[in-house]
């Protein structure tokens, strides 16, 4: 089976576009999750700009806490809906792996002057992967980077959601092969790069900067006028680092990602995730489930080379 799957993706490759495998497929039940969980975390970014006066939440200490509290619960939720729709063995020893390296990448740079080592890997992993396995990741590599060095706090629930979606993007990126496609990715990195720190700027601006200022966050006031005071702060304090960490992207990208994808393109093949086999099939459990069906080894989706799934 492994050599019909090195075939197949060898066909696809030949016919314009890589065949990344489908590790982590995307169900519509796993799709309607993402899209809710995402919509939970953009409320916990964006939530003072919209917060009027004398509501409930109309208080810079209550509103980032209730939400903080309740993204984590909403990425248990994906998580469980994601692994329901195709996680096997390989699939989540390739996650153990990838999350592992992404978890010591990331102390390397620490931030320095914005280098940040671990979201090209994000981004590679994603595009040759999927989506579903980009989110997944980029969850678990930030929440296990916390734990190895004690970064864990208020600010972690925000850090993962926005890595989440640094690896989903990834895998939603259009077909491209060869040097256009290592172009796309340097892209879409840099894009990451500043789109990361701008998303994150919004979990602590409310409370990091003091009143009376052209920098603060004022309660109520109107959304452009608070947006405005968002920009210029973002510009005025953090956008170096942001850049910073686009340029790593980029050049982690150019230098060591074409290698980076055959590797991990090549070990999807050998690795035939999501076949059965031959002692899984006879095992009794496997018999138990396929009784009254033909015995018959499941289809290979290595060779599908729709990783948008």
């Known amino acids: 089976m492994a050599e019909v799957s090195t075939m197949a993706g060898r066909r696809a490759s030949r016919r314009g576009a890589p065949a990344p495998a489908r590790l982590v497929p995307v169900s519509a039940r796993a799709t309607v999750s993402i899209l809710l969980v995402s919509a939970v975390g953009a409320a916990s970014f964006l939530w003072p700009l919209f917060i009027a006066p ?15 509290a309740l993204l984590p619960l909403f990425l248990v939720v994906v998580l469980a809906e994601i692994s329901r729709g195709g996680f096997d063995v390989k699939a989540i020893a390739m996650l153990g792996v990838l999350t592992a390296v992404g978890a010591v990448l990331r102390p390397l740079g620490a931030g320095t002057a914005g280098l940040e080592t671990v979201f090209f890997l994000l981004i590679l992993a994603g595009r040759v992967y999927g989506p579903g396995f980009g989110f997944v990741l980029g969850a678990t590599t930030l929440l296990g980077s916390a734990l190895l060095t004690g970064g864990v706090g208020p600010w972690l629930p925000f850090q993962i959601m926005a890595s989440a979606w640094v690896g989903l993007g990834a895998g939603l990126l259009p077909r491209a092969r060869g040097k256009v496609e290592v172009a796309l990715l340097v892209a879409y990195g840099v894009l990451a790069g500043v789109l990361y720190g701008i998303t994150m700027n919004f979990s602590f601006w409310p409370f990091i900067v003091g009143l009376d200022n052209q920098l603060s966050y004022i309660a109520g006031a109107p959304v452009l006028e608070n947006l405005h005071r968002f920009v210029v702060y973002t510009v005025t304090t953090s956008l170096g680092w942001d850049i910073g960490r686009a340029l790593t992207n980029g050049v ?39 009784r009254g069906a033909p015995d018959r080894p499941a289809p290979d989706r290595t060779g599908d080379h729709d990783y948008r799934q």
């Open 54 to 68: 004398g509501s409930t939440l109309d208080d810079v200490a209550t509103a980032p806490l209730i939400l903080a």
């Open 252 to 290: 982690a990208i150019v230098l060591i990602g074409p290698a980076v994808l055959s590797a991990l393109r090549r070990i999807a093949r050998r690795a035939a995730f999501g076949q059965v086999s031959a002692a899984d099939r006879a095992s009794p459990n496997h018999a138990a489930a396929g």
